[in-house]
């Protein structure tokens, strides 16, 4: 692989902090269009550049790469880590994704955030978001990879409770602060256990002393296990998924931006970059299989019963993430990021879609509650109605190859801890794939169909312009967007362009007769399930509408189990976290109280002060005091000498 010098990437970098800045410090005596330019212009020159950038890349079919060594960072003793920046095949999708989708979602807020009274700080925050997730694909160093890490862990923060008037939306973004403040502590003692044995961070040279066998086997399982902990709590994966339903407490532009384009895809980039790794570790990748195919699964099954818009769109996330870790899992890293980049257009337009019915409805969010809008909102419905295509697997769609590619790869291989483990991530990925046709189908359907449920007095705003053309790129994108990697179709440039750069995976291939036709027939069986998925929601909310109510009723215990989410939330609340908080109460109340406090900082306090209070005492003044005194003294002494002297 050959590397070119190119200051281009610092400045990717660096224009969307300056939009940042330049909002965050003065937007409030900018005018409107002035903060809507420096916001979305920031990103959208980041996003050129990107393509001028990437075009190096894309001639040489991945095999050139850009670098920049911006300065020493830290250099001390055995420790020397440089702010270094690097544009491979994996990172170019990866920028390309990131400025390219949020470049939309800036253009799509202008309408959606126009009557905010923090609009500059929305740009600031949205523009802070955009630079702290290219820092963390383009470091070449798990150091500088981290501090964009935790950069999007902040801004999530901030976006989330972005209205933090509102208590409930403030312990939104809290919640997903300290979400992910457990997740990134398993990050940091896995860069503590690879800095033990490559005594570098960079992953260039993490690669090399890997492939040279300084890192034990164990301890590569141990680092990627520790770091896949850091993992599902970007990405969202049991058991660290809770916050993301919560994320809806943000403006929905947000929640497309972090649902699409930035930080819950950090945690599959992770793995797709320290694939070297991963592949050297048959239960590590396991690990990251079952994860993924129980999270897909059980995330989508809360989806079917959910009435908040945002919240189906929400768990559906959860889920097509899961299926991006099966894809990382099972050693088909491209097929991953593959459906990464898929996800990022369907999903994008499907939030944006929803934020245009939200904000036509003055806010309201419940499905139970709209119906019949598809005549009114022509334009969201047909780009909501294809993304809604792609995530179900619609044959020809970007989420048809990409999600079929996964499955299949699973399929078809086998893991070395055992072919159970491959053989169950399809079998979850494929009963996913039915369900989420059927909770996609009925979001569409409760939304756009049947009789209106709008409460009298509310007035269906039309969509504005600039809110309506962000959702036509996207649902075209949604259509066209797995052609790179049609490979039911012999067409394998996706998957040849990242093969420079992600690892091959220690599996095992099962012996089919013919993989191409095999690969057919296992994607008919996804679209079959697929269209059974559509045609009990197709039945159940449009043909027989009595039939949810009556289904609810007949199997209350399930449905209220699914509808509250399992009580995982609740269950969280009891342990650990009521858990924990009455035993740093108890133990408060008896290291810091009692001992320390009591005993230690106190009790010689109290000592001296009452040996001062007798001290006091004694120094009256009063002669008669003293008289006294002197007498106890001295029958205590006449007293002592009588029994020396045996008298007594």
């Known amino acids: 692989m050959t590397d070119y010098n190119s200051s281009a990437l610092v400045v990717i970098i660096l224009l969307p902090a300056v939009g940042a800045l330049l909002n965050g410090l003065f937007g409030r005596r900018f005018p409107r269009w002035l903060v809507s330019t420096v916001g979305c212009a920031s990103v959208g020159l980041s996003f050129a550049l990107a393509i001028w950038a990437a075009y190096f890349v894309f001639v040489s079919n991945g095999e050139e790469r850009l670098r920049q060594d911006v300065y020493s960072w830290i250099s001390t003793g055995g420790l020397s880590i440089s702010i270094g920046l690097t544009l491979d095949a994996l990172s170019t999708i990866m920028v390309l994704v990131v400025t390219g989708v949020s470049f939309v979602i800036h253009i799509y807020s202008i309408g959606y955030m126009e009557g905010d009274p923090s609009y500059a700080r929305y740009f600031s925050y949205l523009n802070l978001f955009v630079f702290s997730m290219l820092i963390l694909v383009l470091g070449d160093s798990l150091p500088v990879l981290f501090v964009g890490w935790e950069g999007v862990g902040l801004c999530s923060y901030l976006l989330i409770g972005f209205w933090f008037e509102d208590p409930a939306k403030a312990a939104a973004g809290k919640k997903a602060f300290i979400a992910n403040r457990i997740g990134d502590l398993g990050f940091l003692i896995g860069m503590f256990v690879l800095f033990g044995f490559a005594h570098t961070l960079s992953i260039d040279g993490l690669a090399k002393a890997v492939a040279s066998g300084a890192v034990p086997t164990v301890w590569i399982t141990a680092a990627c296990l520790l770091l896949f902990v850091g993992a599902t709590g970007k990405s969202a994966q049991i058991p660290l998924y809770v916050w993301l339903p919560d994320a809806m407490a943000g403006p929905t532009p947000v929640s497309a931006l972090i649902h699409a384009a930035t930080m819950v895809t950090a945690g599959v980039y992770m793995v797709a970059r320290l694939s070297f790794m991963f592949a050297l570790s048959p239960t590590a990748s396991a690990v990251v299989t079952l994860v993924g195919a129980v999270t897909a699964f059980f995330a989508a099954t809360i989806g079917i019963a959910q009435t908040d818009i945002k919240k189906v769109l929400a768990y559906s996330t959860v889920s097509q993430l899961g299926y991006m870790f099966i894809g990382v899992g099972v050693g088909a890293y491209a097929a991953g990021i593959f459906h990464l980049m898929t996800h990022a257009f369907f999903k994008a337009c499907l939030f944006l879609g929803s934020g245009a019915v939200i904000h036509a409805l003055s806010g309201e969010q419940d499905m139970m509650r709209m119906g019949g809008l598809r005549r009114k909102m022509p334009w969201t419905y047909w780009t909501f109605l294809m993304s809604t295509l792609a995530i179900s697997g619609c044959p020809f769609f970007s989420g048809f190859f990409s999600k079929d590619e996964i499955l299949w790869k699973a399929l078809s291989t086998s893991s070395p801890v055992g ?92 012996g089919f007769a013919s993989l191409q036709s095999s690969e057919w027939w296992a994607a008919g069986g996804s679209v079959l399930v697929g269209l ?79 040996l001062g209070y007798i001290g006091r005492e004694l120094q009256s003044g009063n002669l008669q005091v003293y008289a006294f005194w002197i007498f106890i003294g001295f029958s205590t002494l006449l007293l002592y000498l009588a029994h020396g002297l045996g008298l007594i």
């Open 532 to 610: 059974l998925g559509f045609a009990l929601a197709f039945n159940l909310y449009l043909q027989r509408t009595s039939g949810p109510g009556y289904l609810a009723a007949r199997f209350k215990r399930t449905y209220d189990l699914v509808k509250n989410k399992y009580y995982v939330d609740e269950i969280y609340e009891i342990f650990p976290i009521k858990f924990i908080y009455y035993l740093a109460l108890g133990l408060w109340r008896i290291v810091d109280t009692l001992i320390i406090d009591g005993l230690c900082v106190n009790g010689p306090a109290y000592a001296a002060r009452g």
């Open 419 to 510: 072919g159970w483990v491959h053989t169950l991530a399809y079998g979850l990925g494929l009963a996913a794939a039915a369900i989420t046709a059927f909770y996609m189908f009925r979001l569409v359907f409760l939304t756009f169909h049947g009789e209106s449920r709008i409460p009298d007095g509310v007035h269906v705003h039309q969509e504005k312009p600039v809110m309506s053309w962000p959702l036509a790129v996207l649902a075209f994108l949604a259509v066209v967007g797995g052609l790179p990697g049609a490979s039911m179709f012999h067409v394998h440039w996706f998957e040849h362009f990242l093969e420079p750069v992600v690892a091959t995976a220690n599996v095992t291939q099962k």
